[in-house]
């Protein structure tokens, strides 16, 4: 089973008492720092004998089919990003559609999404809004490649 779970964006009180519980019964912990997800553990006192995977955009295509053989032999991965939410603005969600092209439970502990509380505090009609991310491609030459998700 693969858990997406959300991580505190700044105030560590965000973090949900499922969401630590979860990340302390996880068999592995899938993260785009090892040393930023170890430091979150310790400050909210989460002990858990999880191993810490690195998942990021340069190692995904290596880890990801390791993720998925672990998961098929029945052991559980928590997803989870350095800061809000795992999928928003990074690259979970080739592990998640790999997960469902393989029939692997996916869930989630939801929590802290940066879109989210700029929307709620923003005054604007929230029945209705767009999303853009803006990916910076490193090469000799930056390129700017916009992603619209509109809810």
């Known amino acids: 089973m693969l858990i997406i779970i959300s991580t505190p964006i700044g105030n560590l009180g965000d973090i949900t008492q499922r969401a630590a519980h979860l990340l302390a019964q996880a068999d592995i912990i899938a993260c785009e720092d090892t040393r930023q997800t170890r430091k979150l553990l310790s400050l909210l006192s989460i002990s858990s004998s999880a191993?810490?995977?690195?998942?990021?955009?340069?190692?995904?295509?290596?880890?990801?089919?390791?993720?998925?053989?672990?998961?098929?032999?029945?052991?559980?991965?928590?997803?989870?990003?350095?800061?809000?939410?795992?999928?928003?603005?990074?690259?979970?969600?080739?592990?998640?559609?790999?997960?469902?092209?393989n029939d692997i439970p996916v869930t989630a502990a939801p929590g802290p999404t940066a879109p989210i509380v700029a929307l709620t505090l923003s005054?604007?009609?929230?029945?209705?809004?767009?999303?853009?991310?803006?990916?910076?491609?490193?090469?000799?030459?930056?390129?700017?490649?916009?992603?619209?998700?509109?809810?």
């Open 51 to 101: 191993e810490l995977w690195a998942y990021h955009d340069h190692n995904g295509a290596k880890v990801r089919p390791k993720l998925i053989n672990v998961m098929k032999a029945g052991q559980q991965v928590a997803l989870a990003s350095d800061a809000g939410t795992p999928l928003i603005s990074d690259p979970g969600y080739k592990l998640v559609t790999a997960c469902l092209e």
């Open 123 to 151: 005054g604007l009609p929230s029945d209705r809004f767009s999303f853009r991310v803006l990916f910076l491609k490193r090469k000799k030459q930056p390129e700017m490649h916009w992603r619209k998700v509109t809810f």
